[in-house]
């Protein structure tokens, strides 16, 4: 078994042994995390995926100050706030019905609504 600080080495050196042991180790638990903050699975398991690349990236900037597992929920939580947060906001399309079909030409906000979930 390999102690913390070699695993981050083996990550560092571009080992996808180590990469894949991370995943392996973590990722049931990452989707169950982030599925607190957004609405569904699907965008859950893309915010996990967003996480191991920004854990990627930032591997040089990892101080070990804090435990590996420790860094990379606090990447994933920041993530999946920011995530939940901008799909809160947005309205889909397709949320907005059509209210007169008698009239051509260009579309007037007050004969659009939205609608309801």
């Known amino acids: 078994m390999r102690t913390e ?3 981050v080495s083996r990550l560092r050196s ?3 042994e180590a990469f894949e042991a991370i ?3 973590q990722h049931a638990g990452l989707i169950r995390i982030a599925m607190r903050y957004v609405a569904n699975r699907e965008t859950a398991e893309e915010v996990v995926q967003e ?3 920004a854990m990627i990236q930032g591997l040089n900037r990892f101080e070990s100050r804090s435990s590996r597992q420790a860094w990379i929920r606090a990447i994933l939580i920041h993530k999946a706030k920011d995530r939940g947060v901008r799909d809160k906001r947005q ?3 397709s949320n907005f019905e059509y209210e007169d ?3 051509r030409g260009a ?3 007050s004969r659009v609504r939205q609608g309801r979930n």
């Open 107 to 109: 579309i007037s906000r």
């Open 101 to 103: 079909t008698e009239h």
């Open 51 to 53: 996480t191991w690349v």
């Open 14 to 16: 571009g080992e996808e």
């Open 91 to 93: 309205i889909p399309f």
């Open 23 to 25: 995943v392996t180790e």
């Open 5 to 7: 600080p070699q695993l």
